[in-house]
């Protein structure tokens, strides 16, 4: 039978310890832990699962749309779909339109999900469904806050019903934000991923090197396979 001077100690080192752990996932970032059991080709097999029927799903239906305005365009044929998506992607001319529609290439969608999502392990993949660490200045849309802070101001990012809703709306900006509207135009003329992404440096943080680290892992991981 322990005495209660040894019962007491033990409760200590167990709320002690327990205080560390809680400690270290309140502050290790916004990247969930992986399993170490768990290799790094585990991982992105895992990845390629979740995304790549998500990013293939989306894009085929935007290209179906884009085929079908340049169509209709072609045809001199205008009617309200046309004028709702131009109001959508906030464009004026026929020719910003199709710029707009055009989707990206499957390859460069991956490689974002796969950098900005840790490779579908980070905490806001896995609580908010968000792949691309897309930020929300909305605080009336569904949205989570992260675990670290910008000064003395909370982020936050948007909430995603599904891995699709957020591959939707990761299409939907590069499509209707000025910040893109270089990577646009070459999207146009060019479907080349390794050049597309050198357009891609108002993306991150990291300006240009962002744009090296894209077509890295698009090479690396064999990205050009998906388009």
């Known amino acids: 039978m322990l005495s209660k001077k040894a019962i007491l100690i033990y409760v200590v080192i167990v709320v002690v310890i327990a ?25 992105k097999e895992r990845f390629r699962q979740l995304l790549v029927p998500a990013v293939t799903t989306v894009y085929a239906d935007l290209f179906d749309q884009y085929l079908s305005v340049v169509a209709q365009l072609e045809s001199g044929e205008s009617n309200n779909r046309i004028a709702e998506l131009k109001k959508k992607y906030r464009v004026d001319s026929d020719t910003e339109l199709l710029m707009a529609l055009k989707p990206v290439p499957k390859s460069i969608a991956l490689a974002q999900a796969a950098i900005e999502s840790s490779w579908a392990t980070s905490r806001f993949f896995t609580v908010a469904n968000n792949v691309f660490g897309v930020w929300s200045f909305n605080e009336d ?87």
């Open 19 to 43: 205080a560390v752990g809680i400690y270290r996932f309140l502050n290790r970032g916004e990247e969930l832990p992986i399993a170490p059991q768990v290799t790094v080709q585990q991982k």
């Open 141 to 227: 849309e569904p949205r989570v806050a992260a675990l670290k802070k910008r000064g003395d101001k909370s982020v936050w990012v948007k909430k995603y019903p599904s891995i699709k809703a957020s591959v939707a709306d990761y299409y939907l900006t590069l499509g209707r934000s000025s910040a893109f509207k270089e990577f646009r135009q070459l999207n146009m003329v060019s479907d080349d991923p390794f050049k597309l992404v050198e357009k891609l440096d108002r993306y991150s943080e990291r300006g240009e090197h962002y744009g090296k680290e894209l077509a890295a892992v698009i090479r690396y991981n064999k990205f050009t396979d998906y388009d």
